[in-house]
């Protein structure tokens, strides 16, 4: 019964910005981890940032100095805002959560669409 909801997708220009939200719900504790990966049909997903429950984060060296992560453990939402955006960027994004530790378990969420065009 655990979920993660994105939301925040959409269509935006190059050189636009964009911010993705991950509502976590379901779930007594909070996750120990969070982050954003990204996918194009036919192709290996792809990390784009994770942050830790104590605000460590990382960041894929294609979206450094443009991406940032951040994370409101209070409420279970990991958010994603992108600025700079190229339409090299366009791919769904996905949101996980790290729910469990010993044994790990992991919950992905449906994810949602990221287009940059002119």
């Known amino acids: 019964q655990v979920q993660l909801v994105e939301s925040g997708g959409g269509l935006v220009q190059p050189g636009g910005s964009l911010r993705l939200s991950c509502a976590a719900s379901?779930?007594?504790?909070?996750?120990?981890?969070m982050g954003w990966y990204r996918q194009a049909p036919g192709k290996q997903r792809e990390l784009v940032a994770t942050i830790s429950r104590d605000g460590i984060t990382d960041l894929a060296d294609s979206v450094k100095g443009r991406f940032t992560i951040s994370r409101d453990n209070a409420k279970n939402t990991v958010y994603l805002q992108m600025n700079s955006l190229k339409s090299e960027d366009t791919d769904v994004y996905y949101c996980?959560?790290?729910?469990?530790?010993?044994?790990?378990?992991?919950?992905w969420g449906h994810g949602t669409q990221v287009t940059v065009s002119s």
């Open positions: 379901g779930i007594i504790f909070r996750p120990y981890a």
């Open positions: 996980n959560a790290k729910i469990r530790e010993f044994p790990q378990q992991f919950v």
